[in-house]
Each structure stands twice: as C-alpha cells, then as structure tokens.
C-alpha cells in the first residue's frame, strides 16, 4: 500500500478498530471499561481534522461498533427473511452502514468549525452533540436506540446515576470524562482531571441516596413460563394445541403464584380465534386467585392487528369475554418484522419484506397500567423496552412493577438477547421499579429495583422461574423529570459552543491553527 494511501486511512482504520472495542462494555462481555477508551481514542483521532476527514473517521467507528455489536440481527434476516446468503449479508451491511451515519454525523459537526477551544470542544460540545445524535438515532424511522453507550454503565461505576439522568445522563457523563482525558492527552491540561473527580464525587453521592421503598408487606410470588417453543414451528398450525398443551401443563403445576406470565405471543393463534380456551383458562386462574399475563396477538373488526399482552383471571374486571378487558397493544413497533416502512414499494421485492403478520397497527404511546391480583404494572413489549421515555411515562409512584415480554428466539444463540436483558435493567435502575421479564426462550428473569438480576433461568431450555418480587413507592428524580435537565444542557452547551465559536479570531499562522 503507497504510503499516502495508507497515511490516509491509517486514522479510519484504528476508528474502526476502537469502534468494535465498544462493543466489548456491553453484556455479555460487561468490560465497561473498553467503552470508555473506545471513546477517548475516537475523540483523539478527531483532533485537528477537517470537518470532512472527521467524518470518514466517524463513519469507520461507527461501522466498527455496529459491525461488531448488532450483527445478530444478520441471525433472523438469514433464518426466516427468505433470501440467499448474499443478499442477507447484504442488507445486515446496508443496516450498519445506516447507523454508522450517526457517528459520522456527530464527528463532522464537532469539527464543522476550527474557532472553537479544546475546553468548549471536548467539554462541551462534544457531550451535547453526542445526546443530540443519540436523541436522533432513537427516533428517525422509529428509532433504533441500541448501543447507547450509557448502557455500559449497568453495572459499571456510573450506575447511580441512572436514577437521576438516566441512560442518556450516564452517556453524557462517559463522554465528558472522554473530553476531559483528550485535554489531558493532548495539551496537558492537568484542570481536566476536575471534570472525571466532580462526576466520581456526583457518582458517590447519588448511590448513597434512596429514591424509592420497598414495600416488603406487598410482597409478590411469580410464576414465569419459558416454553421454549422453537420459531420454525410455532406458527404451523399442526403446533397450535401442543404449544398451548404445553404451556397450560407448565401452569397447572404453579397455581399457587400470585402472578403468572406467559412470553410476548406465547399463544399461536389470534384471540378471536380462541375465545373457548382463553375464557377456561381465565376460570380455572380465578378459581385458583391467580392473575395470568399472556402475550397473545389479535385482529379487530377492521382488520387491524395488534400484538397485545392481556391479563386474565384476577384482573379487576368480569369473567373473560371476548374481547379481553384488561389488555395492552404494543406501541413501538418492530421495522420490518411488525410494521413495513414504503410497503407499497418494498413488499414485492423480497420475502423478507412480506413476514407473517408484519402489517400491525400501534397501540396508544400512553395506557393504564395493567391490573394483576391487585398490582399495577407498567408494560413494555420487546422492542419497547429499549424506549427510556416511552416506559418511563407509562410508570407511575403507584405502578408496583414492570413488566416487559419478549420472544428472543428470532436470534439464536447470538448476543443480542442479552443485550436486550441489559436494557431492561436500566430501566429498573432508572425507575426503581422490579422488572418482570418473561420470554420464550431466554433469558427470563425477574431484575431487582437496583438492576441486578434477582432471579434467571438458563436459556434455551423449558423451564419455569419461581421467586418473589417486591414492589417499591416513590419516583426516582428521573421517572419525574426525564431527560429534561439534559435538553436544558444540550441547549446550554451547543449555544455556548455557537458564541464560542462567532466571537473567537480565527488563528492566522499554521502554529496557532494547530493549537486547536
């Protein structure tokens, strides 16, 4: 390789390579260390490059962390999308290279302009662009906030304070320390060591502090089912009668639970189509003084479906009548697997694009809470509990816990499911709420109002988890604020940045443009 070319993508290549180091902070490898440096080293190689060279240097970490860190999702394109091995490598390249966008979008712009100081880049700017993208990413065409690099906090150092800010306080806080370490690196800023102290101090502070009360007299017993029913076979119709023969074997031997949980579309069929069934089961949960909570999917008198979880039993309402009184119908809906963005355009392309039941149609942002036995939980569906905000609005000081389902199966023995159980301990730590996490086959667990783990099963195998949960009262001051301290920042910081950046001289010479 000539070496101009190499000089070249020598900054892009080491991007790439620090990007996929990311990847080792999140769960399964939990190294949260590995995040931070990741960061740091990015934040390095930006200096002093123009707002285009930036870019390319952002888009190669992104594509390193992306690469790395959600190529699971390549597991059910290339199981159960329909398509060559080309093509399904294809598309699982063209979802990175869409995410890499974010990084490399947040890179140009923090180099846009050479006016700016080191302090206000990195101290700054920097943390309020990186919300401001993150923000962004979890939101265009419905959002994908996966990787979050606050997530490698769960159970790091600066879990304390996701109560507080929540995920996107603790990233904040990542990449001020990050800014802080580049000053230091780079100009022997030794003042920047006060930035990592003030949010190790802040950090102390907030885990000596208790936000909510367990309510131990309120005490809780669960029953989580994990049928561990494959996916090739749960929509054939020879397998309807033995999944729910399965399910409903797995039940009657634990009646005696307060609360039983069935996964996100544990029962194969639509409720319409099994009204005899559901209202047996609601009588024999009754007679039994048991709630049972149920994935199950549905279509109305329009023709609308909807992925709803429905509680039956001790619900609060009457006997089970089609359809059920106490449901909830999933808000944020899965791309490509529950919703097709431009189906008219993309639907006769591929298989992929055309997956049973992917026309569902949302359920409100906001709905009560569900009634189970006397407790009211807060419900997030799959993908939804990736949504801070969604989940924490639907939390409330009387909501006892949270309760999310999933069916993980899609994606194998791969990382993604753990990932996806990481997330929800973030939002049992933002919330200070017990998370109750039932899913087909792993991992189920019920997560403590700390974010640990109280209670798990192993995956990939049939099994039932039995534990207590206690519910907690009171609001975290994230559950009453949300992210609003850090949109308040975001705004303080890029404004700031803006003056900075209007009233400072451009440098003249070579040397002083160096400095920057």
């Not at 306080?169 to 920047?192: C, D, E, F, N, S």
């Not at 309510?215 to 729910?244: C, E, F, H, M, Y």
């Not at 949960?469 to 803006?498: C, E, K, M, N, W």
Request: proline share 7%; glycine share 8%.
């Amino acid at each position: 390789m000539p070496k101009a070319v190499f000089d070249t993508l020598k900054r892009p290549l080491v991007a790439a390579f620090v990007g996929a180091l990311s990847t080792f902070g999140f769960a399964p490898y939990k190294l949260w260390p590995a995040t931070l440096v990741s960061v740091c080293v990015l934040f390095v190689l930006l200096h002093r490059q123009s707002w285009k060279k930036a870019a390319w240097i952002g888009l190669a970490w992104g594509l390193g962390q992306f690469g790395s860190g959600i190529w699971w999702v390549h597991v059910s394109i290339d199981n159960f999308g329909g398509l060559p091995k080309p093509a399904s490598v294809g598309l699982m390249c063209l979802l990175v290279g869409y995410l890499a966008l974010f990084p490399a979008l947040f890179s140009g712009l923090l180099n846009l302009s050479s006016r700016i100081t080191p302090a206000v880049r990195y101290l700054l700017l920097a943390p309020a662009l990186w919300l401001a993208i993150d923000w962004l990413r979890g939101w265009l065409f419905t959002g994908f906030p996966w990787l979050w690099i606050g997530y490698s906090q769960t159970e790091g150092p600066l879990a304390p304070l996701a109560p507080i800010l929540g995920v996107e306080g603790i990233t904040l806080a990542l990449t001020m320390v990050a800014g802080a370490v580049t000053l230091l690196l780079l100009q022997r800023k030794w003042w920047a060591l006060a930035v990592p102290l003030v949010i190790g101090g802040a950090t102390y502070w907030a885990g000596q502090q208790t936000w909510v009360t367990p309510q131990n007299d309120l005490r809780t017993s669960v029953a989580l089912i994990q049928g561990n029913i494959p996916q090739a076979v749960k929509w054939l119709p020879s397998q309807r009668w033995p999944t729910l023969m399965k399910y409903f074997d797995l039940t009657r031997q634990n009646w005696d639970a307060d609360i039983i949980v069935w996964p996100e579309a544990a029962v194969p069929a639509l409720e319409r189509e099994i009204p005899t069934f559901l209202s047996n089961l609601d009588n024999a949960a009754r007679r039994n003084n048991t709630a049972l909570i149920t994935g199950i999917l549905d279509q109305n008198d329009k023709g609308q479906f909807f992925n709803n979880v429905m509680v039956l039993g001790d619900n609060g309402a009457k006997d089970y009548t089609y359809p059920g009184a106490v449901v909830y119908s999933k808000h944020h809906l899965l791309p490509f697997g529950e919703f097709v963005p431009f189906e008219d355009l993309l639907r006769p392309l591929a298989p992929i694009f055309n997956l049973p039941m992917s026309s569902f149609s949302r359920g409100k942002f906001e709905q009560p809470n569900l009634d189970a036995k006397g407790h009211k939980l807060s419900t997030a569906l799959c993908y939804e509990i990736a949504f801070s905000d969604q989940v924490r609005k639907n939390t409330h000081k009387d909501t006892d816990f949270i309760l999310t389902l999933s069916n993980d199966s899609w994606f194998g023995r791969s990382i993604g499911p753990i990932q996806h159980l990481e997330i929800a301990q973030m939002r049992a730590l933002e919330l200070g709420k017990p998370v109750i996490r039932a899913t087909n086959n792993g991992v189920t667990a019920v997560i403590g109002s700390n974010g640990r783990i109280q209670a798990s099963i192993p995956q990939f195998e049939t099994a039932v988890l039995r534990t207590d949960v206690v519910p907690t009262r009171g609001l975290t001051p994230y559950a009453r604020f949300g992210s609003l301290p850090l949109y308040i920042f975001s705004g303080f910081a890029l404004l700031l940045s803006l003056i900075a950046a209007c009233f400072r001289r451009q440098p003249q010479s070579k040397a002083a443009a160096e400095q920057q």
